[in-house]
């Protein structure tokens, strides 16, 4: 058992990857982080259910006042939110999570990423681990819109 402050989408996540030691996952989030979970879970086969869960009674009586009533009944599956097969789905760790390790910084020179990118078609997975140059990475910078070092 582990409770997660952040990062459901990873954890949501976890149990349709093969290799992962996460059997089940329950918890509350967002309805964005609800419909890029469905996504990733259709790219590994799995399923999921969810339903709304409105934050208190206030946001209760506000959804049933927009007409949104009888969705408060519903079960959603992955499939009702991330409709078909033409659906990708990818992500870096930023923090250590179930499914990807953080960042790691290497002395301020380099930085080491871990990705993910799924497709739900093929039910293909791809991990990637990258090596940044930090002494050659740059940003462009709306304010001057210029190239600088990070």
């Known amino acids: 058992l582990r409770m997660i402050g952040d990062g459901d989408i990873a954890a ?20 964005p982080e609800a419909v890029l979970a469905a996504a990733g879970i259709k790219c590994l086969g799995g399923d999921m259910q969810c339903k709304m869960w409105p934050r208190d009674e206030k946001e209760r009586k506000k959804l049933i006042a927009d007409g949104y009533e009888k969705d408060l009944e519903c079960v959603y599956s992955a499939d009702d939110l991330a409709n078909g097969q033409n659906i990708l789905f990818c ?4 923090s250590d999570s179930a499914l990807l390790p953080g960042v790691r910084a290497r002395g301020g020179v380099t930085a080491i990423t871990h990705s993910i990118l799924m497709r739900a078609k093929s ?28």
């Open 12 to 31: 949501a996540i976890a149990p349709s990857l093969p290799d992962s030691d996460v059997d089940l996952y329950m918890g509350i989030g967002g309805s």
């Open 91 to 94: 992500a870096t760790g930023i």
């Open 123 to 150: 039910k293909t997975v791809r991990f990637i681990r990258a090596r940044h140059n930090l002494q050659a990475k740059t940003i462009r910078l709306r304010s001057d819109n210029r190239e600088h070092l990070i």
